[in-house]
């Protein structure tokens, strides 16, 4: 990939305004009892070629599904977190912060999903593998999925437990088996990475955003470092949530991640100041 590449990948993602959202809402809300008028959030996403009317209707979206809240003060409308966004925001965090991109801490278990689900759940069953993907796990088998360590499965189903259109007698616990586990002999662990996940593919996702970063001046066309900090945070985010932290003995010595690490916090740290200082311009916050 081009340098030239890089920069329009790293473009194409201002044009996705919730995945940005979350990243102002984590870096410039999280932790802050305060709501931000909708005027300023408009003004700091100009910066990324972001339309006002996209930024209002990701706002309106997002209080819809729990995950903001409307304050007004005379005619001006100030947006906060709800408990819900504060738990997503507070896991994107840890997964930034503190789980980092290299599993050099795992003990040999793995957590082991087998499913079974009639032909009348198709819908529930393709939300299953999409959360189960999400959550870390490789499809190993046929209806046994598996990922490093001890995972947290009742939170990973939740967003799947059927609703609405299901019938109400409808238990997903009774279609489910988790396990823990350790490989034996003849399995080794080294087999079922390889068996379960495409480390190639996610290899690439880190060079891919090596080309666009690890640079001299990355995203040069980017108006400032606000701008910069923003991308930064949600092309990083995105690459660490589709992760699936494998054991780092079990990949090559050169795993792009680890320089893709030090890259993204390097940067993280050297965009920080200038663009707070932005932010403190431009935001209009209301206490709470």
Same mark, same amino acid.
């Given at each position: 990939?081009?340098?030239?590449?890089?920069?329009?990948?790293? %473009? *194409?993602?201002?044009?996705?305004? %919730?995945? #940005?959202?979350?990243?102002?809402?984590?870096?410039?809300?999280?932790?802050?009892?305060?709501?931000?008028?909708?005027?300023?959030?408009?003004?700091?996403?100009?910066?990324?070629?972001?339309?006002?009317?996209?930024?209002?209707?990701?706002?309106?979206?997002?209080? $819809?599904?729990?995950?903001?809240?409307?304050?007004?003060?005379?005619? $001006?409308?100030?947006?906060?977190?709800?408990?819900?966004?504060?738990?997503?925001?507070?896991?994107?965090?840890?997964?930034?912060?503190?789980?980092?991109?290299?599993?050099?801490?795992?003990?040999?278990?793995?957590?082991?999903?087998?499913?079974?689900?009639?032909?009348?759940?198709?819908?529930?069953?393709?939300?299953?593998?999409? %959360?189960?993907?999400?959550?870390?796990?490789?499809?190993? %088998?046929?209806?046994?999925?598996?990922?490093?360590?001890?995972?947290?499965?009742?939170?990973?189903?939740?967003?799947?437990?059927?609703?609405?259109?299901?019938?109400?007698?409808?238990?997903?616990?009774?279609?489910?088996?988790?396990?823990?586990?350790?490989?034996?002999?003849?399995?080794?662990?080294?087999?079922?990475?390889?068996?379960?996940?495409?480390?190639?593919?996610? *290899?690439?996702?880190?060079?891919?955003? #090596?080309?666009?970063?690890?640079?001299?001046?990355?995203?040069?066309?980017?108006?400032?470092?606000?701008?910069?900090?923003?991308?930064?945070?949600?092309?990083?985010?995105?690459?660490?949530?589709?992760?699936?932290?494998?054991?780092?003995?079990? #990949?090559?010595?050169?795993?792009?991640?680890?320089?893709?690490?030090?890259?993204?916090?390097?940067? *993280?740290?050297?965009?920080?100041?200038?663009?707070?200082?932005?932010?403190?311009?431009?935001?209009?916050?209301?206490?709470?």
């Amino acid at each position: 990939m081009t340098h030239a590449e890089g920069v329009d990948e790293g %473009q *194409a993602l201002a044009r996705r305004p %919730q995945s #940005l959202m979350f990243s102002f809402l984590g870096i410039y809300v999280l932790g802050r009892d305060v709501a931000v008028y909708s005027g300023s959030i408009i003004d700091v996403f100009a910066r990324l070629d972001v339309s006002e009317e996209a930024v209002r209707s990701t706002l309106s979206r997002m209080v $819809k599904r729990n995950l903001l809240t409307r304050h007004r003060q005379g005619r $001006k409308m100030y947006f906060g977190l709800t408990e819900h966004a504060t738990q997503v925001l507070e896991d994107g965090r840890r997964r930034v912060w503190e789980t980092g991109a290299v599993n050099r801490d795992w003990d040999g278990t793995w957590t082991l999903v087998g499913f079974s689900l009639p032909d009348s759940r198709r819908s529930t069953r393709h939300d299953l593998r999409s %959360q189960l993907t999400w959550g870390g796990f490789g499809l190993l %088998q046929n209806g046994l999925w598996v990922a490093p360590g001890i995972k947290d499965v009742k939170s990973i189903l939740a967003p799947v437990e059927p609703g609405g259109s299901e019938p109400s007698d409808f238990d997903l616990s009774d279609h489910v088996t988790v396990l823990q586990a350790r490989a034996l002999s003849p399995t080794r662990s080294a087999d079922l990475v390889s068996k379960a996940f495409d480390t190639e593919q996610i *290899a690439e996702r880190y060079r891919a955003f #090596l080309d666009r970063w690890d640079t001299p001046h990355p995203l040069p066309s980017a108006p400032d470092d606000l701008a910069r900090q923003l991308l930064l945070h949600t092309d990083w985010l995105q690459l660490v949530r589709q992760d699936p932290h494998l054991p780092a003995e079990h #990949l090559p010595r050169d795993w792009p991640a680890i320089r893709a690490e030090q890259v993204f916090r390097t940067l *993280a740290r050297t965009y920080e100041p200038g663009a707070g200082k932005l932010a403190d311009a431009v935001l209009d916050e209301l206490a709470r």
